[in-house]
């Protein structure tokens, strides 16, 4: 569980004389000052919090580390999905909360209250490509489907991949780079990233780690899960629903995000995500 509040050096709740740079030092003072764990900062909105984020890493520099969860922007049941690079930069900060021993994290109050997969989920589902290792093509890419990839026929953003004969582009979640995997029969000869603009290859690599493009699983357990519980929670035919048919066939329509809990026999909350010496600033 976490720890006390830390809010003596901060203003009040609601205190909107108090200027958001002047949150943000305040917020980086007292992260630097509790070493037992980092600080959850919550802000009231994610306009705030992206106006924050910036303000906290001006003040933060390289004294620790600033992780912002952002919130997906869609209502529960929206009949469309987040942004792409939206996903991927939460999928980042969830694969790194559970290290996270020093630093702030920054969320908005909505963000609390979210589910979120088990943290079980992402350690289970992210595998690590090396130079030397052994991948056969076939495989890698059913793997990759299993995993929310998406297959295209050139890379363009992160959650994508494309498989041109000996040359796998993939673009991994939670990453800034793109990376271009040379084969040698079944054998990774060469990693290296590329700028998907231009489609050129740039700087070698020893290893890349992909993390799931989706916040849930979306192979054939996952399947079964979802129409399991749905049945479980939803009476009449579930035939007739368009969510449950589309999932049954392997089609992961807008808004799936909203269905999560389903795809689950038990959902997390970001406070299972920290280490127990956490402290929490509100800054709204």
Not at 37 to 66: D, H, K, M, S
Not at 73 to 78: C, F, G, K, R, S
Not at 244 to 256: C, D, N, Q
Not at 273 to 282: F, G
């Amino acid at each position: 569980m976490l720890d006390s509040p830390v809010s003596p050096t901060l203003p009040p709740a609601g205190a909107h004389a108090f200027p958001e740079a002047g949150l943000a030092l305040r917020t980086v003072e007292a992260a630097l000052a509790h070493r037992a764990g980092p600080v959850l900062a919550i802000a009231g909105n994610e306009q705030q919090a992206y106006r924050l984020e910036a303000a906290l890493r001006f003040f933060a520099a390289e004294r620790v580390p600033v992780l912002h969860l952002p919130d997906t922007e869609t209502l529960p049941y929206d009949p469309f999905s987040p942004h792409q690079e939206l996903l991927s930069d939460r999928m980042a900060a969830l694969n790194a909360l559970p290290g996270l021993r020093a630093g702030i994290v920054l969320v908005t109050a909505d963000a609390l209250l979210q589910r979120l997969p088990p943290r079980s989920f992402l350690d289970a589902r992210s595998l690590i490509l090396k130079v030397g290792q052994r991948l056969e093509p076939h495989a890698f890419r059913e793997r990759l489907i299993a995993a929310g990839y998406a297959a295209v026929g050139e890379v363009q953003t992160q959650g994508e991949f494309a498989v041109r004969g000996a040359i796998i582009d993939l673009f991994p979640m939670g990453s800034d780079s793109a990376y271009r995997l040379d084969l040698f029969d079944e054998e990774i000869e060469s990693i290296r990233t590329f700028d998907p603009e231009t489609q050129r290859s740039t700087d070698k690599v020893e290893d890349v780690r992909l993390l799931p493009a989706r916040e849930f699983p979306t192979d054939k357990l996952g399947i079964e899960t979802f129409r399991r519980r749905y049945r479980e929670y939803f009476p009449g035919d579930p035939a007739r629903s368009r969510i449950y048919a589309e999932v049954s066939r392997g089609f992961m329509p807008g808004g799936i995000e909203g269905w999560l809990p389903l795809f689950f026999g038990e959902t997390a909350r970001l406070i299972e995500y920290l280490p127990p010496k956490t402290r929490v600033i509100a800054l709204a």
